[in-house]
């Protein structure tokens, strides 16, 4: 499976927009990107995937290089809310296709 | 829609008890997954169902954990004996069919203390 490397700890001011980076330089041509958040005490939640292309949902935006090598996550109004962990995955498209989850990144809002 | 539905919500055994948590995915969800997540860590996944045919169960200790899907709907997870280190929280979640492209969706989890 491609690993991902994120930043452990991310700040981020209320109502600014949250650029959340993601390192996956081992990634493979038909792998996706996907993007989950875990408010404490809660499973994780479903926020975007992509492939090749720029995503965007009511959520967030997905930014992926042209090398596929590295993407951000972009949330565009931060509020309070949006403290959490968040889990960059890289899913190959075979086998199992398994949802490998890593350490993530643990985002604070802060007002 | 309704959610993927977990229960119970909290449990507290003492080591060597045994224990089961029960799993409800979406409806019509073919895929269902069972995931271990220790505090201050990740979910890791313990086995994966397509209908009720376990996928991937490379990470479930067999010796102690057992899962099922009789009838490819809903599902249960068992510990016997549980020891200390079991004390986590087992996240459920299920896809459509289990494709690269489909997102899952987790349930709330079961948090389970042993003592």
């Known amino acids: 499976d491609a690993k991902t490397t994120q930043p452990t700890s991310m700040d981020c001011a209320e109502g600014r927009a949250a650029n959340l980076p993601c390192n996956h330089s081992?990634?493979?041509?038909?792998?996706?990107v996907y993007w989950y958040r875990q408010i404490h005490s809660q499973g994780p939640q479903y926020i975007i995937h992509?492939?090749?292309n720029n995503e965007t949902n009511e959520m967030a935006s997905l930014i992926i290089t042209e090398d596929r090598k590295s993407s951000t996550l972009i949330l565009p109004h931060a509020t309070l809310r949006d403290t959490a962990v968040y889990y960059c995955?890289?899913?190959?498209?075979?086998?199992?296709?398994?949802?490998?989850f890593g350490q993530g990144t643990r985002l604070t809002i802060n007002p | 829609e309704a959610g993927v539905a977990q229960s119970p919500r909290y449990k507290i055994i003492e080591k060597r008890q045994s224990v089961a948590f029960w799993c409800n995915p979406i409806s019509g969800h073919a895929t269902l997954y069972w995931y271990q997540q220790i505090l201050g860590q990740g979910p890791k996944l313990l086995i994966q169902?397509?209908?009720?045919?376990?996928?991937?169960d490379s990470q479930l200790p067999k010796d102690r954990f057992s899962a099922e899907r009789l009838k490819g709907v809903d599902s249960t997870l068992k510990i016997q004996p549980a020891k200390l280190e079991d004390s986590a929280v087992y996240l459920c979640?299920?896809?459509?069919?289990?494709?690269?492209?489909?997102?899952?969706?987790f349930g709330s989890g079961t948090q389970l203390s042993v003592l």
């Open positions: 979640a299920s896809s459509l069919t289990g494709k690269a492209n489909e997102k899952l969706l």
């Open positions: 992509g492939l090749k």
């Open positions: 995955i890289v899913r190959p498209p075979e086998g199992a296709q398994k949802l490998v």
């Open positions: 081992t990634i493979s041509g038909n792998e996706y």
């Open positions: 169902f397509q209908n009720n045919g376990v996928v991937d």
